[in-house]
């Protein structure tokens, strides 16, 4: 019977359905969330939503990689989160009501299953577990900012760039073996936002990662010769040699 009920589950055959916010949706509701629920791709580049839009509702992130960017007044931008496989998008929207805070772009092919705001609400109405499953996606969210941040200072800075590097093999690196060849879909300035240095830091620490030996880097090409070592990397940080510095 279950084996049935996650058949005729929208998100049934997903690899994150243990972990989607509409998993706790049985019985009758799956209609409506079938009914609401649409599934597409996102070529590199291409806007899902735009800062001041209408919210349109929760997408989940199925394959790629998304940046969420909060635009100023005069143009200009900073990068406020990557968006990974099993992800979620436009909540803050949805639960608040209101227009979209944040612009999400593809920074490489991906794909996106949304479910549109009428029939997410009615589906949250019937099925109470999928807020709490989206509160607790915050309160996540929340915390994993926070152990971002509180990285040790001496090493932190090479720490937070070798755990990005790692993050961003995941999601779009083309991996052979323990080696994976990555085209950077972030600019050096968007890397500094996510670690929280400027842009010349960005290039002193990446730097530092291949006179270690953990990366080569070629303009936005990377090499990283052995993705277990540069995961090694952000749980004890690169030699002493550099730590104090970083």
């Not at 996102?42 to 992130?61: I, K, N, R, S, Y």
């Not at 990068?79 to 436009?90: C, S």
């Amino acid at each position: 019977m279950q084996d049935m009920a996650r058949h005729q589950h929208p998100c049934g055959a997903c690899v994150y359905y243990s972990q989607s916010i509409w998993q706790p949706v049985d019985g009758a509701p799956v209609a409506v969330l079938a009914r609401g629920f649409a599934r597409r791709p996102v070529a590199e580049g291409e806007v899902l939503f735009t800062q001041g839009a209408p919210g349109g509702g929760v997408w989940c992130v199925s394959r790629g990689l998304f940046a969420l960017r909060s635009y100023e007044p005069d143009g200009s931008s900073q990068l406020l989160r990557l968006a990974f496989p099993g992800d979620i998008v436009g909540f803050r929207s949805f639960l608040a009501g209101d227009a979209h805070r944040t612009e999400a772009q593809a920074l490489v092919d991906s794909r996106v299953c949304v479910v549109a705001r009428r029939e997410a609400a009615s589906v949250i109405e019937a099925a109470p577990g999928c807020l709490l499953r989206i509160a607790r996606r915050c309160a996540a969210e929340l915390d994993r900012t926070r152990r971002w941040h509180s990285v040790p200072p001496k090493s932190g800075n090479t720490r937070r760039l070798a755990r990005l590097l790692c993050h961003l093999a995941d999601a779009a690196g083309d991996a052979r073996g323990d080696a994976v060849d990555l085209l950077l879909p972030l600019s050096r300035r968007d890397i500094g936002d996510m670690i929280g240095v400027q842009t010349e830091t960005v290039s002193r620490l990446m730097g530092r990662l291949q006179d270690e030996g953990l990366v080569r880097a070629s303009g936005r090409r990377l090499h990283i010769p052995s993705i277990a070592r540069l995961r090694a990397a952000t749980r004890r940080g690169v030699a002493a040699r550099h730590s104090a510095a970083g």
